[in-house]
């Protein structure tokens, strides 16, 4: 079977290996270079967690994040902010939720059958800590906590000040840059295309640079530019800085009150921070997130910065589907590290008829058509 995978992010990667393995002929498109969509992220692996935004926790969080400079709202798809607005309040059933986080459980379990045969890319089970000083912020991620019928293990640390920390001690965190390379050298036998994709249709067929290609399916893993395909994707800009090693960070950190999170590397550290709803690439905020994070970490002025587009479903939640020949995953909006090989894995058994549609994983997909995707990212 001849497939083509568009995209050379981490889920395409994972997608076109899967497809191999299986002894499918796999053409991969991707539009720069490998990863160039996913390297800026933190790597932080959450395993069977979930976040959902269609709720008046998330919209609280998000307000903050705009009153002090974390979060900035300039443009979102309109499709999306329909989508949202019918599906805000919405309960989604536990059965959903836990279909959700098989795929993060998944990609855990892939990533450390992947350092078992190699640890080339940094991956390491050492925890990861919330940190909290807003008493408000710290209590309503323990309601939260509460709420939740299935979780990771999680230890409570409550500061006199009002705020506090969550330690989980069973998340990990990998170098997103290594571990782009990394898959990318075990492609073998895989064609690669670099070229923007011009056209995508339901029947199979893709339009290029090298010209009109007919495959017997298509997997989109495009991330936000899935929303030219029908789907009520918006983009959340997000950048991502390599600065030197700091001592004293032994674990994964998210600072909660800033959006900001901080990973340690074998020689580096990892630092992201932006929650940007916004269709550009200009990049000059930039430039105040880095000095907070410096100002947080201790970390020198001037060092390395990738930016990507974290692409969010109506509900936070990941999106595997189907359409004739055409599948697209995407969606996995701030844990799109953890839920890559899970969408990888799923859209593959949908394009080789190795499985059915899940009812939630492809809720928004009647929408699914082909279309144009010149032009779809920032630029």
């Known amino acids: 079977m001849r497939v083509a995978v568009l995209g050379g992010g981490i889920t395409g990667l994972f997608a076109a290996r899967y497809l191999r393995a299986r002894g499918a002929e796999v053409t991969l498109y991707e539009q720069t270079r490998m990863g160039a969509g996913s390297i800026h992220a933190a790597g932080i692996l959450e395993g069977h967690n979930y976040y959902t935004i269609n709720n008046l926790r998330y919209l609280r969080r998000a307000f903050r994040y705009l009153r002090n400079g974390s ?13 949202y607005l019918r599906s805000f309040g919405r309960t989604i059933r536990p059965q959903d939720l836990e279909r959700v986080a098989e795929l993060g459980s998944h990609s855990l379990r892939e990533y450390a059958s992947l350092a078992q045969t190699a640890d080339d890319f ?34 409570v640390t409550e500061d006199k000040g009002g705020g506090g920390s969550l330690h989980y001690p069973d998340m990990g965190w990998l170098d997103t840059e290594r571990c782009i390379q990394r898959i990318t050298r075990e492609l073998s036998g895989v064609r690669t295309v670099l070229a923007e994709v011009d056209r995508v249709d339901v029947d ?14 298509v997997i989109v893993t495009t991330g936000i530019a899935c929303r030219r395909l029908g789907l009520p994707i918006t983009a959340v800009k997000g950048y991502g800085w390599t600065a ?15 959006g900001l999170a901080a990973v340690p590397l074998t020689q580096s550290v990892k630092v992201t921070s932006g929650w940007d709803f916004t269709l550009s690439a200009d990049s000059r905020r930039a430039n105040a997130l880095w000095a907070r994070a410096r100002k947080l970490l201790g970390v020198p002025e001037n ?5 990507g587009y974290r692409p969010a479903t109506p509900d936070g939640l990941p999106l595997v589907g189907r359409r004739e020949r055409l599948v697209v995953a995407t969606g996995g909006f701030r844990l799109g590290w953890s839920f890559a090989p899970g969408l990888a894995r799923h859209a593959v058994d949908l394009a080789l008829d190795d499985a059915t549609e899940d009812p939630f994983l492809s809720r928004y997909c009647g929408s699914l058509r082909g279309g144009s995707l010149r032009g779809a990212f920032p630029s």
Do not use: C, H
């Not at 030197?244 to 800033?258: C, G, K, Q, Y």
């Open 71 to 83: 979060s900035q709202l300039r443009r979102v798809d309109r499709r999306w902010f329909m989508g």
């Open 303 to 307: 060092v390395p910065m990738e930016q």
């Open 244 to 258: 030197p090693r700091v001592a004293s960070l032994r674990n994964a950190v998210i600072f909660a009150d800033w």
């Open 122 to 155: 940094g991956f390491w089970i050492g925890g990861l800590t919330e940190r909290y000083e807003n008493p408000r912020l710290f209590r309503d991620a323990l309601r939260n906590l509460r709420s939740r019928p299935e979780q990771e293990r999680v230890e």
């Open 204 to 217: 199979g067929k893709v339009e290029s640079p090298e010209g009109r290609e007919p495959f017997d399916r």
